[in-house]
């Protein structure tokens, strides 16, 4: 695209610079940064507001919310809309996991109005909750369940009024596919990874054998499986850098003394963990639209092992090539991982092929590039 094009990016949290976590809204802050670079004209707003919009050649809405009101704007102003999906909207919970399975969930694709009554009925879609004073309250929410399900609905809905619709994994754009989105409306694009990443610190955070673990500490992330696989490989610690749930008591049980809690911590120093880390540990048991933890790591060479068929690393990465994945089985799990703590010349071949293929898909600029071509796209149909 050479024309300089006026876009206005609609993201909940304007304050993008001092965001801590969430891939969405790392992403937001790393696609100004990347189109400021290529010469276009970026304004970031964290709620519609159509004095604003109406200046600009095109909108772009991220993270969801506030989505029918900007679609409803873009309508009234003959604006083009570009929406990026960065999570499962096509389930009220925002998970398509139950926790009838208590090591490994059970996964459902489809949601109903039945299904999300039932879910907050039963509770069934996190078994991780503190037993307060809102956790109390929330078993009567599934007296919402309607008023869920038919925002779901208006945002789909929507979604579908929009010109294009960038789907951050296959995985998402095969659900939205079956919550009745247009296939010829949707894209794939991954969540782009800032190319500092690709630049190791002066020095590193642990000298001891470490893995690592990054984001909440909860059952749908697989913090429990984590801490239950690297307890069967006696002398590996297990570092855990995120906000800490109601699992720690679970994980000390398995782990004691080698669990290495860090607390949250700001994005730009995630990278000094990634590269002290001998790998990254990705066992989520939810679908994950993308799950940009496995992305980073990649950029920086750090191997990851994950599970397979839940979306993220497994959509992307080829298993003994890019990644190593298991089946949703702990000791399988607990194989992968010893395999590269053992394994010199496995773990220098994962590492070189995941950090070369991270750098060519996931590098920020890169990625803005694939979002000029919509873009130009999607304006050159007006």
Known sequence: MKERVKICIISPGSNYREIRGGGGFISVRIHIESMSRLGHDVVILSKPNLDVMKDADIVWHHNIKNLVIVQHICEKLNLPLVVTVNSFITCPMAAHIRNENPKYGKPCERCSLKGVFTCLLLNKQNQNRKITWKAKMRKFSFLLSPFYYYNMKLRL?????????????PTLMSMLKKAGID?????????????????????????????????????????????????????????????????????????????????????????????????VLFPSI????????WAESCMCGTPVVAFKDRGGASDYLKHEETVLLSDYDVDEYTEQIKRLFEDEALYRKISRNAREYAKKNFSADVVAKKYEKVFEEVLNKR
């Open 183 to 279: 296939e010829d409306k949707m894209i794939v694009i991954p969540q782009p990874v800032d190319p500092s990443y690709l630049n190791p610190p002066k020095y590193k955070l642990f000298y001891d054998k470490v893995a690592l673990f990054v984001g909440a500490a909860s059952w749908i992330k697989g913090a429990h499986l984590a801490a239950e696989a690297v307890s069967k490989l006696y002398d590996v610690k297990l570092a855990f850098v995120g906000g800490i749930t109601v699992l720690k008591p679970y994980i000390e049980k398995f782990l004691g003394k080698r669990a290495i809690f860090v607390g949250s911590i700001p994005a730009e120093e995630m990278k000094k963990y990634y590269y002290s880390a001998h790998i």
């Open 286 to 293: 939810w679908y994950e639209a993308f799950g940009r933890v």
């Open 157 to 169: 809905d929507a979604l579908n009024k929009a010109n294009r619709i960038i789907c951050i994994s």
